[in-house]
C-alpha cells in the first residue's frame, strides 16, 4: 500500500502563485512515475503533469510555460509549481503515482485525497 499526502492548495488571485507537494510513503513498492491530475466542478479528472522515475516530464497543453514539475526522489516527494494562475486553473488538485510491488512485481496507481485550488478573478 502507498499513501499519499498532499499540501500547498488554497486561495489566490489570478496571476499568482501556488506550489502543491506530495509525499509518498511505502515500504514493499517501488515508485515509478508521479503525476497532478485535476477535475473541476462538472468535468472529468484530466491531466496536469507527470513526471518518471527518471526525470522526463508530461504537461497538459494548458499549463505548458505556467506549471513545472519536480521530483525529489530519495524523499519520494512531487512538486507542482503552478505561476499565473488563471481561474479556469480552479480545480480539486490530485497526487497520483505508479507504483510496483517488489515481491509481486505488480503494478498499482495510488491517489491522494485531493487539495483545492482556487484562483480569483
Known amino acids: 500500500q502507498v499513501q499519499l499526502v498532499e499540501s500547498g492548495g488554497g486561495l489566490v488571485q489570478a496571476g499568482g502563485s501556488l506550489r502543491l507537494s506530495c509525499a509518498a510513503s511505502?515500504?514493499?513498492?517501488?515508485?515509478?512515475?508521479m503525476g497532478w491530475y485535476r477535475q473541476a466542478p462538472g468535468k472529468q479528472r484530466e491531466l496536469v503533469a507527470t513526471v518518471t522515475s527518471g526525470g522526463s516530464t508530461n504537461y497538459a497543453d494548458s499549463v505548458k510555460g505556467r506549471f513545472t514539475i519536480s521530483r525529489d526522489s530519495a524523499k519520494n516527494t512531487v512538486y507542482l509549481q503552478m505561476n499565473s494562475l488563471k481561474p479556469e486553473d480552479t480545480a480539486v488538485y490530485y497526487c497520483n503515482t505508479r507504483a510496483r510491488n517488489k515481491l509481486t512485481y505488480a503494478v498499482y496507481d495510488y491517489w491522494g485525497q485531493g487539495t483545492q485550488v482556487t484562483v480569483s478573478s
Open positions: 511505502e515500504s514493499s513498492f517501488s515508485i515509478n512515475t
